[in-house]
């Protein structure tokens, strides 16, 4: 598929997404979020794919939102067009499991699109931030939820009101990030998980995500009744089947639930 703000391309049985604004630093637009919903959309009905991955450049997986679209942006058409949600709900709401591999800036939009997808890898090279308050605005797409959910409050409060960035080796220390690799090991290191988790059942993968996404939901004991009926579930598998029936006799699992 052709798009012009990013490069969709798949490799094996992942879907791979580059933002591909270079010269405004990855900044989204609608155009942008645009295209990254319908790959992500024909990815998610491609039963081959069972990961995806988003990512940026070496300097910046996105700036943040685009300022020159927003600098005259009024009240009513923000309130009536109910700006960003239409197009930034492809990320949430997608079903297979999304890694963002960041390397370079994450700034505010940039931030909350990597805090949507289910896994952020960093490079040693990535800064996370929500600067909007140096605009004269306030994170708008989870900044002030995602944040304090995945960090402490007290460093996403700092981050949101007093416009500080964290590095990768902060953000990995807070729980942002799942880990930090060489910035020229990202793409190889976010291909390799995604391609692992491709490999194993993707009913189950999906039933993983869908648990765990259901803990920020609910209390402790309706997210455990949601997981173990889920789990019941898995047992109507073939996947199932195959997987402990390989584990008994010693060889590895060929999962066909697609
Ligand atoms: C539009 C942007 C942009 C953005 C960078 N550019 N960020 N254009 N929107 N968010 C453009 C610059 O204007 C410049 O264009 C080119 O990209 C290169 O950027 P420089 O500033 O020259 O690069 P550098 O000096 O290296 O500084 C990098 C930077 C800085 C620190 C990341 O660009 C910056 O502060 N950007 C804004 C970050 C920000 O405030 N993000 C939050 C946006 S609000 P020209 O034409 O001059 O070469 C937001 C709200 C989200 O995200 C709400 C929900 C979606």
Not at 8 to 19: F, M, P
Not at 25 to 50: H, K, P, Q, R, V
Not at 101 to 129: K, P, S
Request: glycine share 8%; charged share 25%; proline share 3%.
């Amino acid at each position: 598929m052709s798009y012009v703000n990013i490069i969709a391309e798949v490799r094996g049985k992942v879907g791979l997404i580059t933002l591909n604004r270079p010269k405004q630093l990855n900044a989204l637009n609608d155009d942008l979020m645009d295209e990254l919903g319908s790959a992500l959309a024909t990815y998610e009905a491609d039963e081959n794919i069972g990961a995806i991955v988003i990512t940026g450049s070496d300097k910046a997986f996105a700036a943040g939102a685009d300022i020159t679209v927003m600098q005259s942006l009024t009240y009513m058409e923000a309130y009536k067009g109910d700006f960003i949600s239409r197009n930034w709900e492809g990320v949430k709401n997608c079903r297979k499991p999304v890694i963002a591999a960041v390397a370079g800036y994450a700034l505010g939009g940039g931030c909350e699109l990597a805090m949507m997808c289910d896994i952020i890898l960093a490079a040693d090279t990535a800064q996370f931030g929500q600067p909007e308050v140096r605009l004269g605005i306030l994170p708008g797409a989870g900044g002030t939820q995602r944040l304090p959910r995945a960090i402490s409050k007290a460093k996403a409060m700092e981050m949101c009101l007093a416009s500080r960035n964290i590095d990768a080796e902060e953000a990995e220390r807070s729980g942002l990030v799942s880990r930090v690799v060489p910035a020229d090991r990202l793409l190889d290191e976010a291909m390799s998980t995604a391609t692992r988790i491709a490999g194993f059942s993707l009913p189950v993968v999906m039933m993983i995500k869908e648990c765990i996404n259901r803990s920020y939901e609910s209390s402790l004991n309706e997210g455990l009744l949601f997981e173990r009926r889920a789990f019941h579930s898995a047992f109507a598998l073939d996947d199932q089947k195959e997987g402990m029936t390989a584990f008994v006799e010693k060889r590895k699992a060929a999962f066909t639930n697609r």
